[in-house]
């Protein structure tokens, strides 16, 4: 019986969030109301609040979810090539997620600049996969691995992830201050530059003991 009432719930939930993703495509967040997500969904008004506080929590929600999908494609694509340089497989991560937005203009206006949600939003944790704890985890192995020295990793996967999503925004949709593909090179320098600033010295990789 249990079961079958959680079912129930995320059923309902699942349906306000379709709805509400389908009428966020179709136009503005400020002239859609929860009483047409819920009509939508086909769920009294006062269901709506037993998920969601308001209109905007779902858009974040359904913002977080679309931004774990493109990262969760693009850590499926690397893992099914043989990239072992850890600056290599961060810059085709990136290229990864930069062309799948390229290719769908309406998920980047949808996300616009917050491709970070995926990854450090406490409410992700809570509410989806754990594909951005395996992708967290994964950068901060192989910058061990080649023995980049980053005190914090999360902050500098942070900043590198949100510089991408800010900065090629208009470079997707407006092609401002270039198109997205002379763009790229810029960006993926400045991302080279940054993990090189953690990266060992040879004199300093020779010292350490062996087996690490």
Not at 42 to 62: H, M, P, R, S
Request: glycine share 2%; aromatic share 10%; charged share 25%.
């Amino acid at each position: 019986m249990k079961k079958k009432i959680s079912e129930k719930k995320k059923e309902k939930r699942q349906n306000l969030l379709e709805a509400a993703s389908l009428l966020f495509s179709q136009k503005d967040i400020h002239s859609v109301t929860i009483s047409d997500i819920a009509q939508k969904a086909n769920v009294a008004k006062g269901t709506f609040y037993l998920y969601f506080k308001d209109k905007y929590e779902i858009q974040d929600v359904l913002i977080m979810q679309a931004c774990n999908r493109l990262l969760n494609h693009a850590r499926q694509k690397l893992n099914q090539n043989d990239i072992q340089n850890f600056e290599d497989a961060v810059i085709f991560i990136i290229d990864s997620i930069l062309n799948d937005l390229e290719s769908d203009h309406i998920l980047m206006k949808f996300i616009e600049k917050n491709l970070s949600f995926s990854l450090f939003s406490s409410q992700m944790q809570n509410t989806l996969d754990d594909v951005s704890l395996h992708l967290k985890d994964e950068f901060k192995q192989r910058a061990l691995q080649n023995g980049y020295d980053i005190p914090d990793p999360d902050v500098v996967l942070y900043m590198i992830v949100d510089m991408t999503g800010s900065t090629c925004y208009n470079s997707i949709l407006f092609n401002q201050p270039v198109p997205i593909e002379e763009f790229k090179p810029y960006l993926f320098q400045a991302i080279r530059s940054i993990l090189r600033s953690y990266k060992k010295k040879e004199a300093e990789l020779s010292s350490l003991p062996e087996g690490r």
